[in-house]
């Protein structure tokens, strides 16, 4: 089956699609050949609205309206694109993540979720069933609603030697690992990109959004006493389950740490310690479980000096990129989607009770037909537990 995965994450920045072809064998081994992978900016406009509604902006209704409909048509225009180009127009289903505007939590619970990007404008243009919302359905089960990639990367690292893990270094950064008595944990470690994404676009007034190559952390230095501010946030000793986002780590949340510390302006010295302080905290939640290897994907990858940071905090874990094992960085999570979408249609379980903390596994999302009537294919016998990738075309 020919299944499109869209994803966009907390840095809110682009949309990309990544199309694979699934197949499930008897004994539970999910084939993944990928074909491809498309990405492409939100339109500065819709950029610019979508940054000044999330957290902690108040917005109106009308205004949510709006981001919900041109959000679902700017992933109903990359997935037409995907479809042709990626599919030669035989995809089968189209998985939409959508995108997080808001995710309730307190007290290291979690109340809600919403994402936005309407899955009807998404059918309507591509004629294909699309399967979305996928995270609502394991809060309401008593989950995190995240970190819901760690099934597909439970059964993605299975049958590797040693302690391996999978980090995805986003707006936030999340870790899939085994924990100390061998069961799975997964979990938002903090901020991955968004605090540094903030800080470069205060200090560039906006003519910039990320630190492209690590140029301005490479030119700052730490500000120790402002990394001891930021190191001391109550979230890092959560235990897990746990997930955070935007509605924490944003900008006030970065200019009311800069007023304590007794720094006037954002500078390079800033984003040379946000760099450092998610290296830091990503090694602090990596180092008690005694990894031997690091998958990572996300943005953050991109970013040489966050990367060299990382190596250094963690030593005796070998990292390494995911397109390594098949799965390119980039795109990563959208592959991870397409999977989530393929069990959804099969009637399959898309969470990780264990990692999220939902009362038991649970099918996730919703669909929404196509252009033809919706023919659900019975579930398989076997529910998949290895997730093989194959290499593609």
């Given at each position: 089956?020919?299944v499109i ?13 990544a ?5 499930l064998?008897?004994?539970g081994?999910?084939?993944?050949t990928p074909?491809?992978?498309?990405g492409r900016p939100y339109p500065?406009e819709?950029r610019t609205?979508?940054?000044a509604a999330?957290?902690?902006a108040?917005v109106?209704?009308?205004?949510v309206?709006?981001?919900d ?5 700017a ?10 180009e990626l599919?030669a127009?035989g ?6 993540h959508?995108?997080t ?5 307190e ?9 936005i990007g ?6 309507e243009a591509?004629?294909?069933?699309v ?6 359905r394991d809060?309401a089960?008593g989950?995190q609603?995240a970190p819901l990639?760690?099934?597909v990367?439970?059964?993605w690292l299975r049958?590797?030697p ?6 995805n270094?986003?707006g936030i950064?999340n870790?899939?690992a085994?924990?100390?008595?061998g ?6 470690t903090?901020?991955?990109?968004a605090?540094i994404?903030?800080a470069?676009?205060?200090?560039t ?6 630190d492209?190559d690590?140029?301005l952390?490479?030119a700052g230095?730490?500000?120790q006493p402002?990394l001891e501010r930021l190191?001391?946030?109550?979230y890092?000793r959560l235990?897990p389950p ?6 924490l780590?944003?900008?006030g949340?970065?200019?009311?740490a800069?007023?304590?510390?007794g720094?006037?302006?954002v500078?390079p010295d ?8 998610t290296?830091r905290?990503?090694?602090?939640a990596a180092?008690p479980?005694?990894l031997?290897?690091?998958?990572v994907?996300g ?8 990367m ?5 905090e ?5 990292l ?7 799965l390119?960085?980039q795109?990563k999570e959208a ?5 989530l ?15 999220t ?5 649970r099918?996730?999302?919703s ?11 019975a ?5 998949p ?7 593609g075309p």
């Amino acid at each position: 089956m020919k299944v499109i995965g869209l994803m966009s994450g907390t840095s809110h920045d682009a949309v990309d699609a990544a199309a694979a072809d699934l197949a499930l064998t008897p004994d539970g081994v999910l084939c993944l050949t990928p074909l491809g992978t498309l990405g492409r900016p939100y339109p500065d406009e819709l950029r610019t609205a979508l940054a000044a509604a999330l957290p902690p902006a108040a917005v109106p209704m009308s205004e949510v309206c709006r981001l919900d409909t041109r959000i679902g048509q700017a992933f109903a225009a990359l997935a037409v694109d995907a479809d042709r180009e990626l599919c030669a127009g035989g995809s089968q289903l189209i998985a939409s993540h959508g995108q997080t505007v808001f995710h309730w939590a307190e007290h290291g619970r979690v109340h809600g979720t919403l994402q936005i990007g309407a899955p009807a404008w998404i059918a309507e243009a591509t004629g294909r069933p699309v399967a979305a919302d996928f995270r609502p359905r394991d809060v309401a089960a008593g989950g995190q609603g995240a970190p819901l990639v760690a099934l597909v990367d439970q059964m993605w690292l299975r049958g590797r030697p040693g302690r391996p893990a999978a980090l995805n270094l986003g707006g936030i950064a999340n870790l899939t690992a085994p924990g100390p008595d061998g069961t799975a944990l997964a979990f938002d470690t903090g901020p991955g990109n968004a605090l540094i994404d903030a800080a470069v676009t205060e200090l560039t007034d906006g003519r910039a959004t990320f630190d492209a190559d690590g140029a301005l952390a490479a030119a700052g230095r730490v500000h120790q006493p402002l990394l001891e501010r930021l190191s001391a946030e109550p979230y890092y000793r959560l235990p897990p389950p746990k997930t955070t986002g935007k509605e924490l780590f944003h900008g006030g949340y970065l200019r009311t740490a800069l007023r304590a510390a007794g720094v006037g302006a954002v500078t390079p010295d800033v984003i040379a310690t946000l760099t450092r302080l998610t290296a830091r905290t990503v090694a602090d939640a990596a180092r008690p479980l005694r990894l031997t290897e690091l998958v990572v994907s996300g943005g953050g990858t991109r970013n040489p000096v966050l990367m060299e940071l990382l190596r250094r905090e963690l030593p005796d874990t070998v990292l390494r990129l995911s397109d390594g094992l098949g799965l390119p960085a980039q795109a990563k999570e959208a592959y991870a989607f397409a999977v989530l979408g393929f069990l959804t249609l099969h009637g399959l379980a898309g969470n990780a009770p264990a990692c999220t903390g939902a009362r038991g596994p649970r099918i996730l999302g919703s669909i929404t037909p196509g252009r033809h009537p919706l023919a659900l294919p019975a579930p398989p016998a076997v529910a998949p537990h290895t997730l093989t990738v194959l290499p593609g075309p």
